[in-house]
């Protein structure tokens, strides 16, 4: 039987919390179901290995990571260190080196929570946002620092293998799930070189997948209709900078950062995927016990997802859902009193039911 390899990294702040969380539920599904069993190890790259050693990970981290079938992550960041050092000498050569090209983001209603917005709606689609290239690209440089000519260029990375990948995974899942429709999130009025490569690639891949309706919209129209009409979406296709934004505004209108997880996929498996709240460390409520552990419990399940079993996904799912509408077990920012230990808890007992 498979022995699922897991590396969890926790990093900083609320990240230690929820991930505490997240074991438990792994640890409950292996006890239930004899048909699941994993090891993880850990590794404590954060602030603290930074601090000690200047650097967020050893000089051979990925490649103590690539032997592991999957990277569960919680959060990293802390005042002692500049913001971008964690994202720059972790989080991105994670990503990039693994060719983590997908960034999937459920965006979804569950069942017990209400959306910000002022009317009640069903919202139910996902966001898959190019997760290696485009906006985030380090090519660029500054001169004259200093002077009043002083100047930045940051130049926009656009392949049409890069697009291409991408485009064509999004059509793909949207086959297999069954869903009607592809919206594309663009610019290409004003950014008229990278973004509308980014729309013929698309545009090929689209014409490739005859019984999925495709769309384009501008990304400042699509931002408007997230807060007018979300039930329209099924699958937006974004590029880096812009998926980066509309996940979060997507997590904001379907029950906010608590609630929100994340994937970032290498789809051929050569490489670890690596599953991760969208919510950072949090310092300001880290170690108080109150953070939400539900966006790194979704996270892990979105990991059972990508190991194929589609079941464990749901279970988890499902029992998040049932603590949600009991209302009983919330933390402070879902309106409740519970501790994040609580709400684990909570989850798990629904999961043992629900077995
Ligand atoms: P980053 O810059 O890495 O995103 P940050 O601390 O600026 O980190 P987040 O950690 O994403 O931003 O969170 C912003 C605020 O949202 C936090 O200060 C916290 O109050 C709240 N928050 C985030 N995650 C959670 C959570 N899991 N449970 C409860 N509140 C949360």
Same mark, same amino acid.
């Given at each position: 039987m498979k022995v699922y ?25 292996s006890?239930?179901d004899s048909t699941f069993t994993y090891e ?186 997230? =807060?007018?009409? *979300? ?5 937006? /296709? &974004?590029?880096? +900078?812009?998926?980066?934004?509309? #996940? !979060? @505004? ?39 016990? =109150?953070?939400? *552990? ?5 996270? /892990? &399940?979105?990991? +059972?997802?990508?190991?194929?079993? #589609? !079941? @464990? ?43």
């Amino acid at each position: 039987m498979k022995v699922y390899k897991v590396a969890v990294l926790p990093g900083d702040g609320i990240g230690p919390d929820v991930m505490k969380e997240a074991l438990k539920v792994l640890k409950t599904l292996s006890e239930i179901d004899s048909t699941f069993t994993y090891e993880t190890t850990e590794f404590n790259w954060n602030t603290d290995h930074y601090v000690k050693h200047g650097l967020m990970m050893p000089e051979n981290g990925l490649e103590q990571l690539e032997e592991f079938d999957s990277i569960l992550f919680g959060a990293v960041g802390d005042s002692r260190v500049p913001e971008h050092i964690p994202i720059w000498e972790l989080i991105m050569p994670i990503r990039k080196n693994f060719q983590q090209y997908i960034n999937f983001r459920p965006i979804k209603l569950l069942k017990g929570l209400e959306t910000r917005l002022k009317q009640e709606r069903d919202i139910d689609f996902v966001i898959i946002r190019e997760n290696a290239e485009g906006e985030y690209s380090t090519a660029g440089g500054k001169m004259y620092q200093g002077e009043s000519r002083e100047l930045a260029v940051q130049n926009t990375i656009m392949t049409r293998e890069g697009i291409s990948r991408v485009a064509a995974y999004a059509f793909q899942y949207a086959k297999e799930h069954q869903l009607r429709k592809v919206t594309n999130a663009t610019k290409s009025n004003a950014i008229i070189h990278t973004m509308k490569l980014w729309d013929k690639v698309v545009e090929e891949i689209a014409n490739d997948f005859e019984a999925i309706s495709y769309e384009k919209y501008y990304v400042d129209a699509i931002a408007a209709l997230f =807060v007018e009409s *979300p039930e329209n979406f099924q699958l937006v /296709l &974004a590029s880096n +900078l812009f998926g980066d934004i509309l #996940s !979060d @505004l997507g997590s904001a209108i379907a029950g906010g950062l608590g609630v929100a997880p994340s994937a970032n996929i290498n789809p051929n498996g050569e490489f670890p995927s690596m599953f991760e709240p969208v919510h950072g460390s949090a310092p300001d409520i880290a170690g108080k016990g =109150v953070a939400n *552990p539900i966006a790194q419990i979704w996270s /892990l &399940a979105l990991m +059972l997802q990508n190991f194929g079993r #589609s !079941d @464990l996904h749901d279970k988890v799912l499902f029992s998040i859902e049932d603590v949600l509408e009991e209302k009983k077990t919330l933390t402070p920012d879902m309106g409740g009193k519970a501790t994040t230990g609580q709400v684990g808890d909570a989850i798990v007992n629904k999961l043992k039911k629900r077995m």
